[in-house]
């Protein structure tokens, strides 16, 4: 997931990048709209660790359910895997491709990079006696159940998610996701002034538009 711009077998044409900008507002909005947002962004969000005398641990997670994580997961993708052409390294590309302001494509690839960076960021604690970064957390919980399954995530996914550690683990991977989520949906401001901007230079309204409609306020 790392660095996972690529650049296109030919140059996008402005219209293209427009698409591509409306296509991850839209996908925003999609997030907006799930429970995941409503349950994780909470002033309770957070575990309780219960001890009890020749008892084990146990864990109790406030935060989202499954089926918001499922939900979640499948938009999510969009913004960290390259197919759709809308992951956040790919629209820091296309805003060095685009006619805007300097200032514009420096705060696309700075947020970019700050994802980079919080990622690889590791955990205080040790797995196996291995140090754990916060992008192989979310890693091995998208790509070893939520969004796919990897042979070798799957395996690292069911040994945290089956154990005393489940409910801890999930609250890691929510955090990491909500921490994802402030840097994603700080673009969509840009990308509508960018939008607009772009609709005007095409000489396309809004309304005659039909790769989608902007996100509503």
Same mark, same amino acid.
């Given at each position: 997931?790392?660095?996972? !711009? ?8 402005? !219209? @293209? ?26 002033? @309770?969000? #957070?575990? $309780?660790?219960?001890?009890? $005398?020749? +008892? ?10 499954? @089926?918001? &994580? ?10 960290? %895997?390259?197919? /759709? ?8 590309? &296309?805003?060095? #491709? ?22 690889? $960021? ?29 042979? @070798? ?15 801890? *683990? ?9 921490? *994802?989520?402030?840097? &994603? ?10 939008? %607009?901007? =772009?609709? !005007? +230079? =095409? ?5 005659? /538009?039909?790769?989608? !409609?902007?996100?509503?306020?």
């Amino acid at each position: 997931m790392k660095n996972m !711009s690529k650049k296109p077998t030919k140059p996008l044409s402005t !219209s @293209d990048m427009l698409q591509k900008l409306k296509l991850f507002n839209d996908k925003i909005e999609t997030v907006r709209r799930g429970r995941f947002v409503p349950q994780v962004f909470r002033p @309770d969000h #957070g575990v $309780t660790l219960k001890y009890a $005398t020749e +008892k084990p641990v146990t864990v109790q997670k406030r935060g989202a359910d499954e @089926d918001a &994580i499922l939900a979640l997961a499948t938009t999510l993708r969009f913004f960290v %895997q390259e197919r /759709d052409g809308i992951s956040l390294w790919q629209i820091a590309d &296309i805003y060095e #491709g685009l006619p805007v302001e300097e200032m514009d494509k420096e705060s696309a690839r700075s947020a970019v990079d700050s994802v980079d960076k919080y990622l690889d $960021t590791p955990f205080p604690f040790r797995i196996d006696r291995k140090a754990i970064t916060k992008r192989h957390v979310f890693e091995v919980f998208m790509y070893g159940s939520l969004a796919h399954a990897n042979d @070798d995530k799957r395996l690292e996914y069911e040994k945290w998610t089956k154990g005393p550690v489940a409910d801890m *683990m999930e609250f890691y991977f929510e955090t990491i996701v909500a921490d *994802m989520l402030q840097v &994603i949906v700080s673009f969509q401001g840009m990308n509508e002034r960018t939008i %607009q901007a =772009l609709q !005007s +230079k =095409l000489g396309v309204s809004p309304e005659s /538009d039909q790769g989608g !409609s902007e996100p509503s306020h």
